[in-house]
C-alpha cells in the first residue's frame, strides 16, 4: 500500500487519562492524554490514535472536551474512537478537532454506518477498528469483539474485513487481542493474511515490546502502519530510536 510506513502510537483513555492493560484487562494509568499526545507530536510520531476504550460498554459517548484539548496541542492526524453510534457522533468528533474516526461496535451492530460515513465524510477519515481474539488452532480461526473486547460477535475475521472494504472503509485498524500488551510481539500471520486481501492499508495493533517487533510487522507482517502503547508510554523507546532503526532496515519513514 503506503510507501512510506506510518508509527503511530495510542492513548487509550479511561475516565480520562492514558491506560495501558494486558489483553485489554489489568489497566495501569499511563498519564495524561493532552500531555501525552503534545509529547508525540514533538517526537515525530505520524499520527496518534485516541480510543475512548469504556465509552461503548458505559454506553456514552466520546469525551469531547478531552479530544478538543488534545486536538488543540497535536499537528499530526488525530483519530479518535469509541462511543461512536451515528453520523452526528462523527460529525461532533470532527468538529472538535479529530482527522478521523474510528468506529468498531457500532460498525459490526449496523454496517450500514460505514457507507453512509465514507459518503458524507470521505473514505480516507473513516477507520474501521477490528478487534480480534483466535479462536482454535487448526484450521486457523480468528472471531471479531465488540465492546472493548467484551462481546464475542461470532464473526470471522476475514469476512468481516471485506465487507468493511466493500462498504467504504478507508483503512483498518487491526488488534491482535491475543498479542495486546504481551510485547512479545505482534500476530504476524494474521496481520500478513489481512494485509494481502485488501486494497485499503492497514494499521497492526497489539503486542509491540521491542524494535524488531515493530520491524517486523511492517516486512513480514506487510503492514502500512505500526500502533503502539507501552514502549512508548512508559519511555523503554522513543519515536525518533524506532524511526532510525527502521531507516537503517531499509524501511522508509518520515523523519522529523
Known sequence: MTLTKRIIPCLDVKDGRVVKGTRFVNLKDAGDPVEIASFYSQQGADEIVFLDIAASFEKRKTMLDVVEKTAECTFIPLTVGGGIRNIEDIKN????????????????????????????????????????????????????????GRKSTRIDVFEWIKKVEQLGAGEILLTSMDADGTNQ???????????????????ASGGAGNLEHISDVLIRGKADAALAASIFHYGKYSINQLKEYLQEKGIAVRLS
Open 185 to 203: 510481539g505482534y500476530d504476524l500471520e494474521l496481520t500478513c493474511r489481512v494485509s494481502e486481501m485488501i486494497n485499503i492499508p492497514v494499521i
Open 93 to 148: 468528533l470532527l468538529k472538535s478537532g479529530a482527522d478521523k474516526v474510528s468506529l468498531n461496535t457500532a460498525a459490526v451492530e449496523n454496517p450500514s454506518l460505514i457507507q453512509i460515513a465514507a459518503e458524507k465524510f470521505g473514505r480516507q477519515c473513516i477507520i474501521v477498528a477490528v478487534d480480534v481474539k483466535r479462536q482454535g488452532v487448526q484450521p486457523e480461526k480468528w472471531e471479531v469483539f465488540t465492546y472493548g
